[in-house]
């Protein structure tokens, strides 16, 4: 019984064994493309949870804008939340928030409320 030409372990007899090179070179290229295929749909997902938590928060910070702006529309006026919507304007974070949540629980007056948007809102 005669041993095929490509099980021998020679170096001489690896280089003569052509089936065995080109199926190995299509074997890693195949892992390699599902590899990076993988890997591409991978940073894909990444990429879109990163989008939708952005338009999350960002969506969040708008509507916390306009329940204070309500808010503050129903206890003291037209006046008051029109000038809190343009206080909020540059506001996004959550602490700003519930100060200003909290100013308008603690104010007695439209004119105290203002005031107290316009010395701490404007000195950031």
Request: with cysteine; aromatic share 6%.
């Amino acid at each position: 019984m005669t041993t095929p030409k490509c099980a021998k372990d020679t170096a001489a007899s690896r280089s003569d064994c052509s089936p065995a090179p080109t199926w190995w070179r299509r074997c890693c290229a195949a892992v390699a493309a599902r590899w990076f295929r993988a890997r591409r749909v991978a940073q894909g997902l990444v990429q879109g949870i990163e989008r939708g938590a952005e338009q999350a928060t960002s969506t969040l910070r708008k509507e916390q804008r306009t329940w204070l702006g309500r808010q503050a529309t129903r206890r003291f006026g037209r006046r008051a939340g029109e000038s809190l919507g343009e206080h909020l304007a540059n506001v996004n974070s959550a602490a700003d928030f519930e100060q200003v949540s909290d100013w308008i629980v603690d104010c007695a007056s439209e004119e105290e409320l203002l005031a107290t948007l316009a010395n701490r809102c404007d000195a950031r």
